[in-house]
């Protein structure tokens, strides 16, 4: 074969191999842009999917009947507003079985309601805040948490609804004790019920209890009335089961089962009509159930480990809530007590106490369980083992994102 022939072959030969490598390129950018492309169609989706599931709570919680024509509608409840106590008489909302799967994160962004035309109560009416020369703010309290009516936990599906629920309009003053153990508690309650129960839904309108004579805060610019009892009542439309709560705004030693009355004396207490308008008001009203409500929760729990023999740089449960928000890697000790996976794939384990009284939780997205052998569930089920990550806010429990094998152990091992 003469020279310049080979000289010929071999051009070709590399042309033809640089061309090949340009469209293989070529594919990939092109695949790359449709995924981009159905991503962004996907959110679309989503975003009105949402939309829906908003417009079709409001819908809901009108066919029910509200305890009054007087109210305000945002996204995901309704409320009417006491201009004389700055805070809401009731607030009404339903928690749908999306929150078992909700991952969207507390987002502390307390502020005026705009729909309130005569103005809400706002910050200056829970505390004050002091820029000090160091750029940092000094807050100066007023004895009280801005505590929600319709918790946000509940909208933990929607960032919108979420979002939405701190608004002043939304906060009433309770004592911190009250605010974060038995109010919280009866929170959990529901929010378990709806664990147990994934085909229903609850409506729920929540109070307080407001009179000419309630004292008020002080300081506070608007001098928000202080209710001294809050009010829930409580609807499963299914199984036509209702039930209702007073609780004092006060530190909880009983049981939550015992602050529990029908819906018929809360409407007694308020002068407040709820749920007029479904079929067989006046029975549904009338009765509570407490075994339907109060069926025994799994057993199991265990107290966290005693601080002092853990290893240094090692944290028990309740330590953790302290890290919160920090951004800072710690590794937490405590035994999964309760574990399972979410509708969407993702496994969540409960540290030292289950739901609805977890004070630790840890997930692992599905995208991320191929960094495992095997089951996770199976291996870390009923173990003290100890997780490290950054400690993140999710509806005020402290929870861990694990991402790969070597963040969470066997403790001990």
Known sequence: MKKTTVILLLSISLIGGQLNSQTLENQVTTLEQEIAKLDAQKAAL???VEDL????IRRDLKAVGLPSEEYVEHSAMLLEYAEQHEQAKWVAHIITPDVIDGNVFRTNDFREDPLITSGSATEVDYFLKYLQ???T?????????RGHLAPSADFRWSQQALSESYF???MSPQLPDFNREGWAELEGLLRRYIV???????????????????????????KVSIPREFFKVVLDLKTGDAIGF????????????????????????TGLDFFSLIEQEETIESHVHLEHWFSDLPQGDVAPIYPPSLPRGHFNTEQAKQYMGENKSITVVGKVVGSRYSRSGNLWFNLDKQFPNQIFSVYIRKDDLVNFEGDPKEFFDGQVIKVTGVIQDFS????VNVERSGEIEVFGE
Do not use: C
């Open 46 to 48: 989503l975003a009105q």
């Open 246 to 269: 007073l609780m004092p705004n006060a530190t909880i030693s009983k049981p939550i089962s015992e602050y529990a009355k029908s819906i018929d004396e809360i409407e007694a207490l």
């Open 396 to 399: 005020g429990v402290p929870t």
């Open 133 to 135: 020369p160091d750029s």
């Open 137 to 145: 703010y000094k807050y100066d309290g007023f004895g009280y948490d």
């Open 168 to 170: 002043y309009s939304n």
């Open 196 to 222: 147990d129960h994934p085909e229903t839904q609850l409506y729920v309108v929540t109070g307080p209890l407001l009179n000419d004579n309630l004292p008020v805060i002080e300081r506070s610019v608007n």
């Open 53 to 56: 599931k908003l417009q079709m």
